[in-house]
């Protein structure tokens, strides 16, 4: 199906593992984000990407990494899982910049 | 100060009700103005989009911006059962590569 899709779904991992949260966009748009959800602070942004290679900060990326060597994916990845980083993720992607973002269905991450 | 501003709610009306839901900004450069609507365990979704001040309208739903006042509402007429979710606005200012999101407001809309 066309779109913008998140795996895994549900993720159960404990503190200290490396964990990958996969997204993928079938419109070849441009911009991609990684957005953490959290009661009380709404959508924060992780990590974006405005085209392959290039990646930058939001406001909470400490604790991750990213990539992006083809369009259509952007990988977020939490290189020591910590249980501050319990969250629900959202993928999100735009055609051009400051435009509308259409988002994934989000990856429910529990760490013990 | 958050640079967007929104009641978190909940927000419980009646069936048939108009609903007013509101965000107010700091940044008079914001240019792009959005509502997402959220369903519970799902990734928002768009709902409405404009571009600086004035009134858009799509069936039930009406985004006003004004940017005199900071200050840009969402009305639903009509509510239904089925607009029970959480509502974000989302903003930016022209050139820029990324979105300001409010926190939400939890709507209720009880049969």
């Known amino acids: 199906d066309a779109g913008i899709t998140q795996s895994p779904r549900y993720k159960i991992t404990e503190t200290g593992r490396q964990v990958t949260l996969m997204c993928h966009q079938t419109?070849?748009?441009?911009?991609m984000f990684w957005y953490r959800q959290d009661l009380g602070h709404g959508l924060r942004l992780i990590y974006y990407s405005a085209a392959a290679d290039i990646t930058d900060k939001g406001e909470v990326p400490d604790g991750y990494v990213v990539s992006r060597s083809k369009t259509e994916n952007f990988p977020l990845t939490l290189e020591s899982a910590t249980r501050s980083q319990t969250s629900v993720y959202f993928c999100?992607?735009?055609?051009?910049?400051?435009?509308?973002?259409?988002f994934g269905p989000g990856t429910r991450l529990l760490v013990l | 100060q958050k640079e967007v501003e929104q009641d978190p709610g909940p927000l419980s009306v009646p069936e048939g009700a108009i609903v007013s839901l509101n965000c107010t900004y700091s940044?008079?450069?914001?240019?792009?103005f959005m509502w997402y609507r959220q369903y519970s365990r799902k990734g928002p979704e768009l709902l409405m989009y404009t571009y600086s001040s004035g009134n858009k309208e799509d069936g039930r739903f009406t985004a006003q911006v004004d940017k005199s006042s900071k200050y840009i509402s969402l009305f639903i007429r009509d509510s239904q059962p089925s607009d029970s979710a959480t509502y974000l606005c989302?903003?930016?200012?022209?050139?820029?590569?990324?979105?300001?999101f409010g926190t939400g407001t939890r709507l209720q809309v009880f049969p």
């Open positions: 999100a992607s735009s055609e051009n910049r400051g435009e509308t973002q259409y």
């Open positions: 989302a903003m930016s200012p022209y050139n820029t590569d990324k979105l300001i």
């Open positions: 940044n008079s450069a914001f240019q792009y």
């Open positions: 419109w070849s748009h441009s911009y």
